[in-house]
């Protein structure tokens, strides 16, 4: 799959898929393989452009699952989507899992440690020569809440994805095949989600198409708030997303990761619409 550049009227929709017994807001729904691969069939007849499998959760404070159980996970899976014909990404921090996948027929490796977690995954992308996303990241979850501390946020997220595209392009992986996401939610707090929203034209002037990661996170959660500051549980949640998603689309952003596709394209169809004085594309 080639990294197609971001065009405003047309930014793409990566479903969720987690193959996990502990994510945050699909946890243990999809562990069971038909039940798995049913959703990804689904996903992709709302609209997904791409179907994100993940095999580890990366919730705040989770502990690491073993190389072979996140393989057992989501290579079927990514296996029998894929010769559906449905594209699909592998959520990965492993370059053992991301060449077994990329083998299976992966299209895309979506790794939230931007490289870092594993030594051997650039060398393993530029064999593959898969697209990767590159996303902002300063941890395992386990410890990842202590590691939200900066002085400027959108400067050091900035200057650290950098780094992580510099390592990319030395191992040998192409400059078309990288994509960048800020990584909400991930060592970051609220304020900082905030942020890296408010200025997201600063990753998008980096040279890489960028991706959006917001969907029925913590930082919606307070927004959407109780009057006795009770923060709105993640099921309720997508309309906060839809929006995150309509307003990353019109700034320039390639592609927005969602749990709720059948919203998010609804959303991004008016996004465009506006856009393009009402005539549809895409
Ligand atoms: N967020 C999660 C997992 N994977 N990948 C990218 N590229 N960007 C993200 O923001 C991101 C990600 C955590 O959310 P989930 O547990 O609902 O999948």
């Known amino acids: 799959m080639s990294v197609q550049p ?5 930014c793409r929709v990566m479903g969720i898929l987690n193959v996990t017994p502990d ?10 393989h038909a ?3 049913a959703h990804g069939l689904r996903l992709r007849e709302q609209g997904a452009d791409i179907v994100d499998v993940g095999g580890e959760s990366t919730r705040p404070g989770s502990e690491r699952v073993d190389a072979a159980t996140e393989s057992e996970r989501v290579l079927p899976v990514v296996r029998e989507l894929a ?3 449905v594209p699909v990404s592998v959520d990965t921090t492993r370059a053992e899992v991301a ?6 027929g992966a299209a895309m490796i979506n790794d939230v440690s931007g490289g870092l977690a594993d030594p051997e995954m650039a060398g393993a992308i530029a064999d593959s020569g898969l697209p990767w996303i590159l996303m902002h990241w300063r941890g395992h979850s386990r410890d990842m809440n202590s590691l939200a501390v900066y002085e400027d946020v959108v400067g050091e997220v900035r200057a650290e994805l950098s780094g992580r595209v510099e390592a990319a392009l030395a191992a040998g992986v192409p400059e078309g095949s990288i994509l ?4 909400l939610g991930f060592a970051k707090k609220a304020e900082h989600d905030w942020l890296l929203l408010r200025r997201l034209d ?17 930082f919606l959660g307070s927004v959407l708030s109780d009057s006795d500051g009770t923060p709105r549980p993640a099921a309720g ?8 998603s309509t307003l990353a689309a019109d700034r320039g952003a390639w592609g927005v990761r969602v749990h709720d596709v059948s919203g998010t394209t609804d959303a991004l169809k008016v996004a465009a619409a506006w856009r393009n004085g009402g005539e549809i594309r895409g």
């Open 99 to 104: 060449a077994a996948t990329a083998r299976a």
């Open 237 to 244: 949640r997508d309309v906060a997303t839809a929006a995150i």
């Open 202 to 218: 600063t990753f998008l002037g980096m040279g890489f198409p960028v991706l959006v990661g917001a969907s029925r996170k913590r």
């Open 83 to 85: 010769e559906a014909g």
């Open 35 to 37: 039940a798995a691969v």
């Open 6 to 10: 971001p065009e405003p009227s047309r």
């Open 180 to 183: 960048l996401d800020p990584g």
């Open 23 to 32: 994510s945050f807001s699909d946890g243990g729904r999809y562990l069971d």
